[in-house]
């Protein structure tokens, strides 16, 4: 009697969370730890950072026995690579930079090849910018957007800007949006210059870091008192 030999079960992909600040391991749930150290595939933004973080998880991890895949901004993830792993039944990771991954980043390409090929993905618990930019923003949590990166020339800017506003003010559906770190002064003056002073801005910058910095204020008072978040990971908020 002849018996088949069962195929092996496409792997699983597991979207692990990284700390938003320097130094923030303590972010991190002790389950995401456990898990991340045990893996041995990865796909990673930066492979250099994610070595350097999953040592800091654990001095005993054998960084050397770890593949790294490293998913660059110039070029699309290898997928080919991915589907190998998977295919032969391995665990595979995912790490952005900060936060977790697939949410503001191109990880969201090796899910959705992971899942044609029905393998099992793991969403794992962490920090993200967005939704802790969002508790504590005070705007409406029931109904609320991310756009991402706003157009970078005018007139597009300001036209997308002054659309985010609309959809506050008609359907008090709170907006989330980022710019890159060196433009968010920039971002600032020009949310001033376009919105109506009484449009509330929330700012949430260093998020869980030592000199965390969220404040909400009318547009009126942030023109009185701007800040300075040159250089700073932030997020903002339009809202009621």
């Given at each position: 009697?002849?018996?088949q030999?069962?195929?092996?079960?496409?792997?699983?992909l597991?979207?692990i969370?990284?700390?938003?600040?320097?130094d923030?391991?303590?972010?991190?749930?002790?389950?995401?730890?456990?898990?991340?150290?045990?893996?041995?595939?990865?796909?990673?933004?930066?492979?250099?950072?994610?070595?350097?973080?999953?040592?800091?998880?654990?001095?005993?991890?054998?960084?050397?026995?770890?593949?790294?895949?490293?998913?660059?901004?110039?070029?699309p993830?290898?997928?080919?690579?991915?589907?190998?792993?998977?295919?032969?039944?391995?665990?595979?990771?995912?790490?952005?930079?900060?936060?977790?991954?697939?949410?503001?980043?191109?990880?969201s390409?090796?899910?959705?090849?992971?899942?044609?090929?029905?393998?099992?993905?793991?969403?794992?618990?962490?920090?993200?910018?967005?939704l802790?930019a969002?508790?504590?923003?005070?705007?409406?949590?029931?109904?609320?957007?991310?756009?991402?990166?706003?157009?970078?020339?005018?007139?597009?800017?300001?036209?997308?800007?002054?659309?985010?506003?609309?959809?506050?003010?008609?359907?008090?559906?709170?907006q989330i949006?980022?710019?890159?770190?060196?433009?968010?002064?920039?971002?600032?003056?020009?949310?001033?210059?376009?919105?109506?002073?009484?449009?509330?801005l929330?700012?949430?910058?260093?998020?869980t870091?030592?000199?965390?910095?969220?404040?909400?204020?009318?547009?009126?008072?942030?023109?009185?008192?701007?800040?300075?978040?040159?250089?700073?990971?932030?997020?903002?908020?339009?809202?009621?």
């Amino acid at each position: 009697m002849n018996v088949q030999a069962s195929p092996i079960r496409p792997g699983t992909l597991v979207l692990i969370p990284v700390p938003l600040a320097e130094d923030a391991l303590h972010t991190l749930p002790a389950q995401v730890i456990n898990k991340a150290t045990g893996i041995k595939y990865y796909f990673v933004e930066n492979i250099r950072t994610a070595r350097r973080l999953l040592k800091a998880m654990d001095l005993q991890v054998d960084i050397d026995a770890i593949r790294f895949s490293e998913i660059r901004k110039t070029e699309p993830p290898d997928l080919d690579l991915l589907r190998q792993w998977l295919t032969a039944g391995e665990e595979v990771g995912l790490m952005s930079e900060a936060g977790c991954p697939a949410v503001a980043d191109p990880g969201s390409i090796l899910v959705d090849a992971a899942r044609q090929l029905d393998a099992r993905i793991i969403p794992m618990a962490g920090p993200n910018a967005m939704l802790m930019a969002l508790m504590a923003s005070g705007f409406n949590g029931q109904c609320f957007r991310f756009s991402g990166y706003p157009p970078i020339k005018e007139p597009a800017r300001s036209k997308a800007l002054k659309a985010l506003e609309q959809r506050v003010q008609g359907l008090d559906e709170t907006q989330i949006f980022m710019e890159t770190p060196y433009r968010n002064n920039q971002l600032l003056t020009d949310l001033i210059r376009v919105c109506s002073k009484t449009t509330r801005l929330c700012i949430a910058a260093n998020i869980t870091a030592p000199h965390e910095d969220i404040q909400t204020r009318t547009l009126a008072g942030w023109e009185r008192e701007p800040g300075d978040f040159h250089k700073v990971p932030a997020v903002f908020l339009l809202g009621k």
